[in-house]
Each structure stands twice: as structure tokens, then as C-alpha cells.
């Protein structure tokens, strides 16, 4: 046999291999995310082609189980460029056409291609803050009372970030997209249970030193419903409760611009000092979006085994194993704590030994070092974890 012809085989196979884990993946949202039902009516939004096989075995499986499937394709560049020159009349439209969205559909499966996360830099911060304000009660209506999955499609720019190959890294986010999230249910009971027992929390890392109580509020596992990949556990902080200091050790990306590096100083639960290695001006006008922009809306812990290294993309590194997010802005409805704002940016702290190590204390008992658990009710959260 031609050496060409070997090439193309094991070409075809490797093709056919991630075609079946997108058909996985496809059944896994429809039956186990969002569970959808005879009757549902499923809005698919997407940007871009690349994804659209991942689309097509999502409208056969919703049909399969006679939902009604709808599908919207958005130009990033082109909705950049109308966000960019929205008056306040459009806005309005805009408002209006949410209200219509959240009214109309029963499950929203969104699936992004990363193209250029610097598009959109120049959106000025007054139209995001109009556009926020008059839409938050449909985006409130969307997130907590609908059912909804965000993913994102492998992409060469994700490659690139991660500084892996295309197809190695396509077959990593991919796998990762597919972990055992029925498995992770039955996991994380022992961790849901001690957070829910837990009154003060302390996270010590390098330029790190931080604590707070989460006494009280709700403790939320998430495992594959909402967020794919998924793997972490969140609860939030009493509002006033946070002092010290945090120093994050992955990027930070937020409205078309990637902050490093970022120190935030809190004192009653306000950050009253904010720093990065590269725009201080930028990074504090976020902060100052609102009143609730400068308390913390998250407290959250990664656990996906399968994602042990920043991208830049908090879909996933939000996930990592032996990571923690401190989500300054917003909280969600089911660990409220109060706090209320346009914003909601996670950024992510690891602790693993790789990235300088650290300690997490449930009321001044250490639960986590280096990124793993030592406490022997939690040690299989470790998975395989070095």
C-alpha cells in the first residue's frame, strides 16, 4: 500500500474518532444538560461554520426526542461593529428582542468559536453598561429560569493559546467536553456537604492571602447542566465578609482586552485597590461599572481532572483541577449573598505546584494544599491529580 494511502486512513480514522465524540457530546446535552422534552423549543446560536457538525447532531437528537429546534448563526466581526455604533434606540430594540427570546424559547444551547477575542475592544463601556442595565431582567429570566448550555467549539486561536497542535487540541478540549458529569454528581456530595458546614474560609497563595464566610448560603455542584466542560462546585461569600489580598496567576480576558496578573485588595468586602501588568486605568473603570462591581458575587473551586492548564479562556480554566474563582460583580440566584451588578468576571487562581502552590482552609482546618484534597473524605476529587 502507498505510504499516501496509510496517511489518509489513519486521517479518515482520526476524523471519524472526534466525529463520534461530538455525537457523544451532542446526546450528553440534549438528554443530560438540558434535558429537553416533546415540545421544547431550542434556540442553537453559534458563530461561524467550523462548528456545524456539532450543530446538525443537535438538531437530529432534539427532533429524536421531538423538540423544536432553531438555529441562529452571528458574524462576531459584523456584531462587534453594531454593537460598536448602538444608539440608545437600538438598545431599546435590543431590550425588546431579548424579552421576545426568553419569552419564545425553552432552552438555549450556545456554541462559541473563538475567532478573535480582541474584537469588540473598542466598544465604549457606556454602551456595554446601557445595553446591561436594560437587558438584565431578560438575561436574569435566561440564566435562572431556563434551561441553557454554553460551550466552546475547539478553534485554532484555543490551540494556539494552549500551545498545543490543532488536532491534539481538538481531541483535549473535546474529551474534556465529555467527562463522566453523572460520576462527578456522586463525587462532589462529601465537598458540598463540608462547604455547606462551613462558616470561614482562608485561601493563602503567593501575593495571596484572603478569607471570608460563606456561612449560610446555598453551595451549587455543577456537573455538565449548564457549562461544558464543566467540573467545579460555587457558593459565594458574605458581602461584607472578604479582606486581604488576591493575586490571580492566569489571564484575565474581559471585554476585548486580557489583564495579567491581576491583584485585587479587599477590605469589608470592597476592593479598594486594583492592579495588573498592563492597564490599571482600564481595569479599575470595570470596577467601577457600579456599586456591586467592586464586591464579589463567586466563590468557586475546579475540579475537572481533564483541564490541568490555563488558555486564557474561562470557560475552561475556570474548570481546572486544583483551581479556585473569586468572582468580583454579580451573584447568581441559587448562592445569593446580595450582591447585584452588570458585571460578572471570573478570574482564576491555581494552586497546583506548577503554578506556586498554595492552602485552602475550611475554619482554620486545611482542607487543600497544593491544589489536591488531604482531607480523606474528599481525596477521590483528586482524581489524577500528580
Keep these: 500500500m502507498p505510504p499516501f494511502i496509510g496517511i489518509l486512513c489513519n486521517y479518515r480514522k482520526r476524523v471519524k474518532k472526534v466525529e463520534n465524540e461530538l455525537l457523544k457530546l451532542s446526546s450528553t446535552i440534549v438528554n443530560y444538560s ?21 450543530v446538525k447532531a443537535l438538531i437530529r437528537d432534539i427532533v429524536k426526542v421531538k423538540g423544536i429546534p432553531f438555529v441562529r448563526i452571528i458574524d462576531n466581526e459584523i456584531n462587534s461593529l453594531l454593537t460598536e455604533l448602538t444608539t440608545s434606540k437600538r438598545v ?69 493559546k494552549i500551545g498545543m497542535p490543532y488536532d491534539e487540541y481538538k481531541n483535549y478540549s473535546i474529551k474534556a467536553m465529555n467527562f463522566d458529569y453523572s460520576s462527578m454528581e456522586h463525587d462532589i456530595l462529601p465537598l458540598k456537604k463540608l462547604m455547606e458546614q462551613t462558616d470561614k474560609v482562608r485561601i493563602v497563595s503567593p501575593n495571596t492571602d484572603i478569607s471570608f464566610s460563606i456561612k449560610n448560603i446555598p453551595v451549587i455542584p455543577c456537573c455538565g447542566t ?35 496578573n491581576v491583584s485585587l485588595t479587599f477590605k469589608d468586602g470592597k476592593i479598594i485597590e486594583a492592579t495588573c501588568d498592563n492597564d490599571n486605568e482600564s481595569l479599575n473603570a470595570i470596577f467601577d461599572t457600579d456599586e456591586g462591581s467592586r464586591y464579589v458575587g463567586e466563590f468557586s473551586l475546579g475540579l475537572n481532572p481533564l483541564i490541568t492548564k490555563p488558555m486564557g479562556d474561562i470557560l475552561y480554566d475556570e474548570k481546572i483541577i ?48 497544593n491544589g489536591k484534597f488531604v482531607l480523606k473524605e474528599l481525596e477521590h476529587l483528586n482524581y489524577n491529580l500528580k
Design 34 to 54: 438540558v434535558k429537553i422534552k416533546e415540545g421544547d423549543r431550542v434556540l442553537i446560536s453559534t458563530n461561524g461554520l467550523e462548528p456545524k457538525f456539532l
Design 92 to 160: 431599546d430594540e435590543l431590550a425588546r428582542h431579548k424579552k421576545e427570546e426568553v419569552d419564545n424559547y425553552d432552552v438555549f444551547i450556545n456554541i462559541r468559536y473563538t475567532e478573535n477575542e480582541y474584537e469588540g475592544k473598542y466598544i465604549n463601556s457606556s454602551i456595554r453598561k446601557e445595553i446591561g442595565s436594560k437587558t438584565a431582567k431578560s438575561d436574569d429570566i435566561r440564566i435562572n429560569k431556563r434551561r441553557w448550555v454554553l460551550l466552546n467549539y475547539p478553534s485554532l486561536i484555543d490551540a494556539y
Design 226 to 260: 449548564s457549562n461544558i466542560p464543566d467540573g467545579e462546585i460555587y457558593t459565594a461569600p458574605i458581602k461584607t465578609s472578604v479582606n486581604g489580598k488576591i493575586t490571580y496567576n492566569t489571564p484575565s480576558p474581559y471585554q476585548g482586552n486580557i489583564y495579567h
Design 322 to 369: 486544583g483551581s479556585i474563582h473569586f468572582t468580583p460583580g454579580k451573584c447568581y440566584d441559587d448562592a445569593k449573598n446580595g450582591n447585584d451588578s452588570a458585571i460578572h468576571w471570573d478570574m482564576v487562581l491555581i494552586q497546583t505546584e506548577e503554578y506556586g502552590g498554595g492552602e485552602i482552609y475550611f475554619d482554620d482546618v486545611l482542607i487543600r494544599k
